[in-house]
């Protein structure tokens, strides 16, 4: 199945600490380089992740319509991970009290939501992967202490 939508604009990296988000495990870095992500996203990564996502997600235009209504492409953040040897990102999501917030009117199931948060999670995922992999020409510079066991 494919997503024929127009390719919206990157997000703008915000300023959050990585370590801040729940789902996201960070080790003491300072130096997220998110203003060359941002300026990676801006000259082609962004589109080019989308338009591999949009080729393949099983998210209908109903349902993107939904994430872009609640501005949910906007709130994606992507950042270096200098110990994992990354390019990190945070995906947003619906929160499991859509129903009592009543976040929209077109939002009426738990299959929609979730269909939403993994299909953006997919989104993260191969962003990050084009910008590792096409854009990205830095090394982790984080070094392992000497003292850790051999395995």
Aim: proline residues 6%; aromatic residues 12%; hydrophobic residues 40%.
């Amino acid at each position: 199945m494919s997503l024929s939508v127009e390719i919206p604009d990157p997000p703008a990296l915000g300023a959050q600490n990585p370590a801040e988000y729940d789902d996201v495990d960070s080790v003491g870095v300072e130096d997220y380089r998110r203003e060359e992500l941002e300026a990676f996203l801006e000259d082609g990564a962004w589109a080019d992740a989308f338009e591999e996502w949009a080729a393949h997600t099983d998210l209908t235009e109903e349902e993107y319509a939904v994430a872009e209504d609640l501005g949910l492409i906007r709130e994606f953040d992507f950042f270096w991970d200098d110990f994992a040897d990354r390019v990190g990102y945070h995906a947003p999501g619906l929160p499991e009290d859509w129903r009592e917030r009543d976040l929209h009117p077109d939002l009426d199931s738990w299959s929609t939501v979730s269909s939403i948060n993994a299909s953006l999670t997919e989104l993260g995922q191969v962003v990050s992967d084009v910008l590792k992999e096409e854009y990205v020409d830095w090394e982790a510079s984080y070094e392992a202490p000497d003292d850790l066991p051999d395995f």
